[in-house]
């Protein structure tokens, strides 16, 4: 990607003077050399203080290393961001490009935690995963915040069809009759002592993915409510609390970190982030490891536009990568995007799910408030900018 703007380093200006030319703006900067090889690239609040406190030379407690930034650093580019999201899918872009070797030890944002639905073995399962493939034939339901929130959704999935809890035992059903104490009491399907098929326990294992969607929820909550009146009524008072406790742990799935999660088949989601001024929005769509921005809209003009943007967002190409270096580019685009998912309350966008889009005029309201609301209190929002985006992470780098 280019940059918003380069300066070579004058020699006959000092440091103040001549940092006037970069903009007082949160964003991402790059030094470079004699020969423009890399020197450091990093984020920043504020382009114009932050490269001013890394090349001073002046200050006591000036340490080594900025010294010798100040005496190897003969040019700085910069591109800006209005928004944490925005910055570090820029610092990406950036660090694959300058440092296409090991730009993976600058990025700051963890793998995303997912239930991963085993469907490529005979007896599958489910496991709590931080690495994802493309899928098929096995899928992912995610993301989920931690570790936690995936385990306590393969819980309720393994509670809710009477899968198997001992793997182990499942897979030697073909040479042995053992059994585990959950099938003893009955409180699976029975797999291990061949009660089903492989086939009707993928059917199972499939069944789960239902529970992935918001719609698949509903429609449990609405079955097992049927099956919790059908046996009270015989008088199965047991067997009704344990429905009426499923009902129970399937509606609290979204507050316990569910609100984001699908099938990653279905990883699609609109962002609106603030323009480059503040009359201006910029909306981004992503599909899976695809993210790519849209033209720039006013924010008056939103309710005229609103409906294009969604069609805009619902057309994005969805064709997973094969090569494997583009399949680790596409798993990082995905942790970037779910990092900012969970910390949605505190960055400057707007986060949707594409399959779970209020309606036209709901959304133009939604982004309307949120961004008259900044407009009106821009000295605010910048001041929350520059102490968001100037993190730790991504780290900076420097060869």
């Not at 020197?39 to 010294?67: F, Y």
């Not at 073909?174 to 326990?201: E, F, H, N, P, R």
Request: aromatic letters at 10%.
């Amino acid at each position: 990607m280019d940059f918003d703007g380069s300066i070579v380093v004058p020699s006959n200006q000092d440091l103040q003077n001549w940092t006037l030319a970069l903009p007082a703006r949160a964003g991402i900067y790059f030094l470079w050399g004699a020969e423009h090889e890399p020197i450091l690239l990093a984020t920043a609040g504020s382009l114009r203080a932050t490269v001013r406190r890394k090349l001073a030379q002046s200050s006591p407690q000036a340490t080594t290393r900025q010294t010798k930034l100040a005496e190897i650093t003969k040019g700085v580019s910069w591109t800006q961001a209005n928004s944490n999201f925005v910055a570090y899918r820029q610092f990406h872009q950036l660090a694959q490009a300058i440092y296409p070797a090991n730009y993976r030890q600058m990025l700051g944002w963890p793998d995303t935690w997912w239930v991963k639905v085993c469907l490529s073995e005979p007896f599958g399962r489910l496991l709590a995963t931080q690495k994802i493939s493309v899928p098929g034939p096995d899928e992912y339901i995610g993301p989920v915040p931690n570790a936690k929130a995936a385990k306590n959704f393969i819980n309720l999935a393994s509670d809710r069809y009477g899968l198997c809890r001992n793997y182990e035992i499942l897979q030697q059903t073909a040479t042995t009759t053992k059994a585990c104490a959950y099938a003893q009491m009955g409180k699976c399907c029975g797999a291990c002592l061949g009660k089903i098929s492989a086939s009707q326990y993928q059917k199972l294992l499939a069944e789960v993915l239902k529970l992935a969607e918001p719609q698949g929820r509903l429609q449990q909550q609405h079955k097992l409510e049927k099956m919790m009146k059908e046996s009270a009524a015989n008088l199965q008072f047991e067997q009704a609390e344990n429905n009426k406790k499923l009902i129970k742990r399937i509606t609290e799935l979204e507050d316990k970190g569910f609100q984001w999660a699908g099938n990653l088949r279905r990883f699609w989601y609109l962002i609106i982030a603030p323009g480059s001024d503040r009359h201006h929005l910029w909306p981004w769509r992503v599909n899976g490891g695809t993210i790519e921005p849209g033209e720039p809209t006013k924010l008056a003009e939103i309710e005229q536009k609103i409906a294009e943007i969604v069609d805009w967002a619902r057309q994005a190409s969805r064709q997973p990568p094969l090569e494997r270096p583009e399949i680790q580019k596409w798993r990082e685009s995905i942790s970037l995007v779910s990092y900012f998912l969970f910390r949605s309350h505190s960055d400057q966008c707007l986060y949707y799910k594409l399959d779970n889009l209020p309606n036209p005029a709901d959304l133009a309201e939604q982004i309307s408030d949120k961004f008259r609301a900044s407009k009106t209190n821009k000295a605010k929002l910048e001041g929350s900018n520059q102490a968001n985006i100037d993190l730790k992470t991504p780290v900076d780098w420097q060869e």
